[in-house]
C-alpha cells in the first residue's frame, strides 16, 4: 500500500486549499478512505471519511460544512475539500485507509497504512 498526499501549504484565515492522496499497490476501490490531522503534542484525529463505493461519508463536527471528501476510483484517488479555513485547522494531514467503517465516524478505525503528510497552516 502506498499512500502519496499533495496540496498542503499555507493559506490565510477564510481561505481554501484541495489536498489530494494518490494511492497505488491495492484495490483502492475496495476500501474505506479518510483525511486524519495531527497537531504536535496531541494525538491523530479523524476529520472525514468515505466509504469506498462513496456512498457515505461523514465529518467530525470541527470541520463539518466546512470540509468535503470525494474520491475517485477510477483513478485511485482521494480529496479533502477545505473551505474557510480557520486557524484550528492548522496541521499536518494524513490519508489513510480504514480497516474498520463503523455507524458513525467515531466507530471507524484506520489502518496501518498513513501516508507520510502534508502540513497546512492557516494564520495571517
Known amino acids: 500500500v502506498h499512500l502519496v498526499e499533495s496540496g498542503g501549504g499555507l493559506v490565510q484565515p477564510g481561505g481554501s486549499l484541495r489536498l489530494s492522496c494518490a494511492a497505488s499497490?491495492?484495490?483502492?476501490?475496495?476500501?474505506?478512505m479518510s483525511w486524519y490531522r495531527q497537531v504536535p503534542g496531541k494525538e491523530p484525529e479523524l476529520v472525514a471519511a468515505?466509504?469506498?463505493?462513496?456512498?457515505?461519508?461523514n465529518y467530525a463536527d470541527s470541520v463539518e460544512g466546512r470540509f468535503t471528501i470525494s474520491r475517485d476510483n477510477a483513478k485511485n484517488m482521494v480529496y479533502l475539500q477545505m473551505n474557510n479555513l480557520e486557524p484550528e485547522d492548522t496541521a499536518v494531514y494524513y490519508c489513510?485507509?480504514?480497516?474498520?467503517?463503523?455507524?458513525?465516524?467515531?466507530?471507524?478505525?484506520?489502518?496501518?497504512?498513513w501516508g507520510q503528510g502534508t502540513q497546512v497552516t492557516v494564520s495571517s
Open positions: 489513510v485507509a480504514l480497516s474498520v467503517w463503523g455507524p458513525k465516524i467515531h466507530a471507524h478505525r484506520p489502518s496501518h497504512y
Open positions: 499497490e491495492f484495490t483502492f476501490s475496495s476500501v474505506a
Open positions: 468515505i466509504f469506498r463505493t462513496q456512498s457515505d461519508a
